[in-house]
């Protein structure tokens, strides 16, 4: 397996070499990802080469096209080790896979007074559709805490698995505040013996560790292609296809049916019957290239490197006194995200002085309020790694620091 050369790569991604990125250092990469050359090149090879609509036309340039969406289909199976492409459904994101269940499984798979359990790690993608659905449906949401080393409360967990009438889990496999990683295996475990479903979050993970469905045995597993260097607007839900079956369609229209009468709709197979009108097919297409481009680097040597970084910021952040980082102290459970907290300077001025510096972070709630209220904090400074950053860009990190501090007196 090749090593990570993260000069060489980075060279692959045009937004490095653009006149106006020169002094460029991403490290908002837990947001969205740069993308290589190859992704961007399938999405102008399909608009030059193929564009027409998919599933419908009897035309060479449509069947061509249908192939190269369901091929992409395929290699997502194949990329997180479903049983079969029919268990992959495209949607836009994360967002729209959770919602998706959200509203399929409120419909009729849980009942009023049933029980759902998610954590305080969750991204609001993971708590909003559910806390809203318990609310419309009368189901009872009870949210796992975590402790002040910022792992998941498994005590916790286990007292409200044994709860009655628990339906569903829904957890991420990394959280996008903190890194950590929860251990999903016993998780998926405690939940299939109580008989409720499990629904992993993988927005976060899917860049980072090797997912294998079959073997974590979850039931429904989702993530976006923009955090995994492939296009905007192509998000996944994975589905046992027996669930899937069982799940109503979530829109209805156009692609999703097999007859239409006045009077009733006999609705397509699954996985078509929960993908409505004309999907995003160049960007579908060219989420294959971003698979293709995780695979010849080998995901575990991109963890590897990943988490080499990580380790020597976490350590360079520790030579500065000022700093709280807000992540497991034990970097096994975590992933290449490290949040963190300076005292007396809010986080948005500490991205806007990185920003000055070319360093681009994330700075606020991330999308998780929950958390940040558990934590006692408004917000932390972000920075997540991907396989372009370099040691350089830590050494640049720890300067911005400097100023920081000069600027604050701190
Ligand atoms: N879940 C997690 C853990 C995330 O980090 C994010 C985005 O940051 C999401 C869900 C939502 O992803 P998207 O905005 O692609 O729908």
Not at 29 to 46: E, L, S, Y
Not at 66 to 88: D, Q
Not at 263 to 269: E, K
């Amino acid at each position: 397996m090749p090593k990570i050369d993260s000069k060489k790569i980075k060279k692959l991604f045009p937004i490095f070499s653009k006149k106006e990125n020169k002094n460029l250092v991403y490290l908002d990469n837990a947001a969205t990802t740069q993308r290589p050359k190859v992704v961007i090149d399938a999405i102008k090879d399909f608009y030059e080469t193929h564009n027409s609509n998919i599933h419908r036309g009897i035309y060479d340039l449509s069947e061509k096209a249908t192939n190269m969406y369901e091929g992409t289909r395929l290699h997502v199976s194949k990329f997180i080790n479903a049983k079969s492409s029919e268990e992959i459904i495209f949607t836009k994101n994360t967002t729209e896979s959770i919602n998706l269940l959200a509203y399929t499984l409120s419909d009729n798979m849980l009942q009023k007074g049933d029980r759902v359990i998610t954590t305080a790690l969750e991204h609001h993608a993971n708590f909003v559709p559910w806390q809203t659905m318990a609310k419309k449906k009368g189901f009872i949401l009870s949210v796992v805490p975590v402790k002040e080393d910022y792992t998941l409360n498994m005590e916790e967990f286990e007292k409200l698995i044994k709860e009655p009438n628990v339906k569903l889990v829904c957890v991420s496999a990394m959280s996008n505040v903190t890194g950590t990683i929860p251990d999903i295996k016993k998780i998926i475990k405690r939940a299939h013996e109580v008989g409720a479903l499990v629904m992993v979050d993988g927005a976060q993970s899917i860049a980072h560790e090797h997912t294998d469905v079959q073997k974590m045995d979850c039931d429904f597993f989702v993530f976006s292609s923009h955090k995994m260097f492939g296009p905007f607007g192509v998000g996944v839900l994975y589905g046992k296809k027996q669930l899937l079956e069982k799940l109503p369609p979530f829109l209805y229209g156009g692609d999703m049916i097999k007859s239409v009468k006045e009077t009733c709709t006999l609705f397509n197979d699954t996985p078509w019957k929960f993908e409505a009108g004309t999907p995003s097919v160049a960007d579908v297409v060219a989420f294959k290239k971003a698979m293709e481009f995780i695979d010849e680097l080998g995901i575990e040597n991109i963890k590897k490197y990943e988490m080499s970084l990580a380790k020597k910021a976490v350590e360079m952040l520790k030579k500065h006194k000022q700093v709280k980082i807000i992540k497991p102290k034990n970097l096994e459970l975590s992933g290449p995200v490290i949040s963190f907290v300076i005292e007396e300077i809010h986080p948005h001025d500490i991205a806007e002085v990185f920003n000055k510096e070319g360093i681009a972070i994330r700075a606020g709630h991330h999308c998780n309020q929950p958390l940040m209220a558990s934590l006692g904090i408004p917000a932390t400074a972000r920075i997540s790694f991907s396989i372009y950053n370099t040691e350089d860009d830590i050494k640049r990190v720890d300067i911005a620091l400097k100023k920081l501090f000069k600027l604050f007196k701190k």
